[in-house]
């Protein structure tokens, strides 16, 4: 059997012996697939979330966020300080997020060959990163096709010169609807979906969506079954059916936090599974305008700046721009009653900026933890600390110069009360505010590490070549593996780094 199976076409328990058994069809595990297959494999794709087409997606977030998020949209840390923004759909990730593409920077992957023994340099992730762009039509913005969301953003930083740049997008023919973390209605985001598992599929690959994997079976140093549930589609509920895969060599694909916790669920708690997970957490500022904006419309994200991103021994951050949709946005803003109505309102003049903490490179930075909650499911605990309080304050501080140098009106952040900014004395307010778990509006777009890579098997789960340190059938492909945040939006990191590790799966079928 080849193609894409949904939930409700699984009849009864399956047992199914392929080469590889794939588990997640995000970036990561469906780049693995698709060179797999191209090379003879006979690959299985398991994947917990449904498998949806442009037809399905009617550009409400009603509709999409309970349907193609994990948790339904409501995934956040244990102390639900931080909103987890993270795909749950064949394809994964890919299939929401807002198309921004960057290459690994280079100084970021020094830094993990320096600290932990990696063995990627620009050169070996070149050729990967040149097909990946070539495969999903990655082209740098133009800034006439700038929206005035994201313009605003880029004025401003030119104004107090700063470096900003438009930014590389993966899409073909895009009819710039505003709507990608919702699904793309046209087809034109270039999603793992579309991509590389049709790929995969096209050269014998099997792929079944609304399959949760609970466990992987092993003993000694080997991985012998992959066990899946099979679920009823857009639910969460099992049919009753399994599906059962005896492969030669697994490959974990799900994504930070729930990749570390399927080794968590297995009993593949060597290492450090679940530790070093890292989020870019992310702050916003609400920046009103005297002229629509209408952030609603347009592409998400088409401009960065990086400009501080390397702050000595303070945590660097990055600024980018985000949608004004009415239901992410009445969930950012904050206030009730009257003070939301109020501000839902302005909401076709109001442009929304976030800066996004890299970290990871401080000494002594520890991270979130992933652990188990009592359902098995992922738990992330990401503790707050001085480190990110002095970044959370900068970057408001620098987000708000950027607006009010390009005109805005006022600015308001997302403290629990917001401080309202509108002039430069009144930085001095935002700085003293508050911070603290539930004092201020933080999201996560970006999870990375939990099952990071390295040489030495006390401080990684994977080795340089992403091969389980005790598990030698057992490889991890996706933005678990990174040892530290990234900088940039990590999508095409991951198609990337899982492409490399693909060459090495491929090295071990043969020698099996």
Same mark, same amino acid.
């Given at each position: 059997?080849?193609?894409?199976?949904?939930?409700?076409?699984?009849?009864?328990?399956?047992?199914?012996?392929?080469?590889?058994?794939?588990?997640?069809?995000?970036?990561?595990?469906?780049?693995?697939?698709?060179?797999?297959?191209?090379?003879?494999?006979?690959?299985?794709?398991?994947?917990?979330?449904?498998?949806?087409?442009?037809?399905?997606?009617?550009?409400?977030?009603?509709?999409?966020?309970?349907?193609?998020?994990?948790?339904?949209?409501?995934?956040?840390?244990?102390?639900?300080?931080?909103?987890?923004?993270?795909?749950?759909?064949?394809?994964?990730?890919?299939?929401?997020?807002?198309?921004?593409?960057?290459?690994?920077?280079?100084?970021?992957?020094?830094? &993990?060959?320096? +600290?932990?023994?990696? /063995?990627?340099?620009? #050169? @070996? $992730?070149? !050729?990967?990163?040149? =097909?990946?762009?070539? *495969?999903?039509?990655?082209?740098?913005?133009?800034?006439?096709?700038?929206?005035?969301?994201?313009?605003?953003?880029?004025?401003?930083?030119?104004?107090?010169?700063?470096?900003?740049?438009?930014?590389?997008?993966?899409?073909?023919?895009?009819?710039?609807?505003?709507?990608?973390?919702?699904?793309?209605?046209?087809?034109?985001?270039?999603?793992?979906?579309?991509?590389?598992?049709?790929?995969?599929?096209?050269?014998?690959?099997?792929?079944?969506?609304?399959?949760?994997?609970?466990?992987?079976? &092993?003993?000694? +140093?080997?991985?012998? /079954?992959?066990?899946? #549930? @099979? $679920?009823? !589609?857009?639910?969460? =509920?099992?049919?009753? *059916?399994?599906?059962?895969?005896?492969?030669?060599?697994?490959?974990?694909?799900?994504?930070?936090?729930?990749?570390?916790?399927?080794?968590?669920?297995?009993?593949?708690?060597?290492?450090?599974?679940?530790?070093?997970?890292?989020?870019?957490?992310?702050?916003?500022?609400?920046?009103?305008?005297?002229?629509?904006?209408?952030?609603?419309?347009?592409?998400?994200?088409?401009?960065?700046?990086?400009?501080?991103?390397?702050?000595?021994?303070?945590?660097?951050?990055?600024?980018?721009?985000?949608?004004?949709?009415?239901?992410?946005?009445?969930?950012?803003?904050?206030?009730?009653?009257?003070?939301?109505?109020?501000?839902?309102?302005?909401?076709?003049?109001?442009?929304?900026?976030?800066?996004?903490?890299?970290?990871?490179?401080?000494?002594?930075?520890?991270?979130?933890?992933?652990?188990?909650?009592?359902?098995?499911?992922?738990?992330?605990?990401?503790?707050?600390?001085?480190?990110?309080?002095?970044?959370?304050?900068?970057?408001?501080?620098?987000?708000?110069?950027?607006?009010?140098?390009?005109?805005?009106?006022?600015?308001?952040?997302?403290?629990?009360?917001?401080?309202?900014?509108?002039?430069?004395?009144?930085?001095?307010?935002?700085?003293?505010?508050?911070?603290?778990?539930?004092?201020?509006?933080?999201?996560?777009?970006?999870?990375?590490?939990?099952?990071?890579?390295?040489?030495?098997?006390?401080?990684?789960?994977?080795?340089?070549?992403?091969?389980?340190?005790?598990?030698?059938?057992?490889?991890?492909?996706?933005?678990?593996?990174?040892?530290?945040?990234?900088?940039?939006?990590?999508?095409?990191?991951?198609?990337?780094?899982?492409?490399?590790?693909?060459?090495?799966?491929?090295?071990?079928?043969?020698?099996?």
């Amino acid at each position: 059997m080849s193609g894409i199976v949904r939930g409700d076409q699984v009849g009864k328990d399956l047992l199914v012996t392929p080469d590889v058994c794939i588990v997640g069809s995000g970036p990561g595990g469906a780049i693995v697939a698709s060179r797999l297959a191209e090379a003879g494999a006979r690959v299985v794709v398991l994947e917990e979330g449904g498998h949806h087409g442009k037809d399905e997606f009617d550009m409400q977030e009603a509709t999409a966020y309970p349907r193609l998020y994990q948790d339904r949209g409501n995934r956040a840390t244990a102390d639900l300080s931080i909103s987890v923004l993270q795909g749950r759909a064949v394809g994964g990730g890919t299939v929401v997020n807002w198309t921004t593409s960057f290459r690994t920077p280079d100084d970021v992957l020094a830094f &993990w060959r320096d +600290k932990e023994g990696a /063995a990627l340099t620009p #050169e @070996v $992730l070149r !050729p990967h990163f040149e =097909e990946v762009e070539r *495969r999903l039509g990655i082209q740098k913005v133009d800034l006439e096709e700038v929206n005035a969301n994201n313009r605003a953003l880029y004025d401003g930083c030119k104004k107090l010169g700063w470096s900003v740049d438009t930014i590389s997008r993966n899409v073909r023919g895009c009819l710039r609807t505003g709507y990608c973390g919702m699904g793309c209605p046209v087809d034109a985001k270039q999603s793992a979906a579309l991509t590389y598992l049709p790929d995969a599929v096209s050269r014998g690959a099997t792929v079944y969506a609304d399959c949760r994997v609970r466990r992987i079976e &092993w003993s000694g +140093k080997r991985a012998h /079954a992959v066990i899946g #549930e @099979v $679920l009823h !589609p857009g639910t969460q =509920e099992q049919t009753g *059916r399994t599906v059962r895969v005896e492969p030669r060599i697994v490959v974990v694909s799900g994504g930070a936090l729930n990749s570390p916790a399927l080794l968590l669920r297995s009993g593949l708690a060597q290492g450090a599974v679940g530790r070093k997970t890292w989020l870019h957490p992310a702050v916003a500022m609400l920046a009103l305008y005297r002229e629509p904006i209408e952030g609603f419309y347009g592409a998400p994200q088409s401009v960065a700046s990086h400009h501080f991103a390397q702050r000595g021994t303070d945590a660097g951050f990055f600024l980018e721009a985000a949608p004004v949709h009415p239901m992410l946005a009445g969930l950012a803003f904050p206030g009730f009653g009257p003070q939301m109505t109020g501000q839902m309102g302005l909401l076709p003049h109001v442009s929304v900026s976030v800066a996004l903490m890299i970290d990871g490179f401080g000494d002594g930075e520890e991270g979130g933890t992933v652990t188990l909650r009592p359902d098995g499911g992922p738990r992330l605990d990401y503790p707050q600390g001085p480190r990110h309080f002095e970044c959370f304050r900068a970057s408001m501080k620098a987000l708000a110069r950027a607006h009010l140098a390009n005109g805005a009106l006022r600015l308001s952040s997302l403290h629990v009360p917001a401080v309202t900014v509108t002039s430069e004395k009144d930085l001095a307010a935002l700085a003293a505010a508050p911070l603290g778990p539930n004092r201020c509006g933080v999201f996560t777009a970006h999870q990375m590490g939990g099952c990071r890579m390295g040489a030495d098997p006390a401080r990684s789960v994977v080795n340089p070549e992403l091969r389980h340190h005790f598990v030698e059938n057992l490889w991890v492909a996706d933005g678990s593996v990174f040892p530290t945040g990234l900088g940039v939006n990590p999508m095409e990191s991951i198609y990337a780094v899982s492409s490399w590790a693909a060459q090495h799966v491929r090295s071990a079928l043969a020698r099996a």
